[in-house]
């Protein structure tokens, strides 16, 4: 899985993901911004965080729970991500586009256990303490 839209400006330093800078905004971007931020805020929920971020480029916007990540199954992000698009205009990592482009501006259907997955490894990537009972567990696991 692909982390994309994880800047370094957006947090404390406490996660390796928030390794890159926020690109300059509009700077050879090819996408069609609409299309993409509505494609970003209708991503899978996997990480619900009650934060309120704000633009750190302009102060143009204010984003509920913008820490928050989505995901399509091959990419996790941060919820404000599609404001930085919006707004902005950011440069995305061109896979990244060509795979949104490819599945049609549409949040491909993911199976809920790849969900759950991708859940555990966002909050383990970002820091997050996990409880390991609420994981998710095999059958051969499960007590009466």
Known sequence: MQFIGFFREL??????VYKDGIPSPGSGVNYPS????RYLRSGYPVLDVMELTTDMIGGSFRVPGGSSVLTDGSHAWRLDLASYVQYHRIQ?????VN???????RIPAVKQETLVEISV???RELNFRTDPAAG????????P
């Open 11 to 16: 947090t404390n330093g406490n996660a390796d």
């Open 34 to 37: 609409a299309e993409v931020s």
């Open 92 to 96: 995305l990592p061109q896979d990244f």
């Open 99 to 105: 795979f949104i482009r490819d599945h049609r501006y």
């Open 121 to 123: 490894t966002v909050a």
């Open 136 to 143: 998710p567990r095999s059958s051969a696991t499960v007590r």
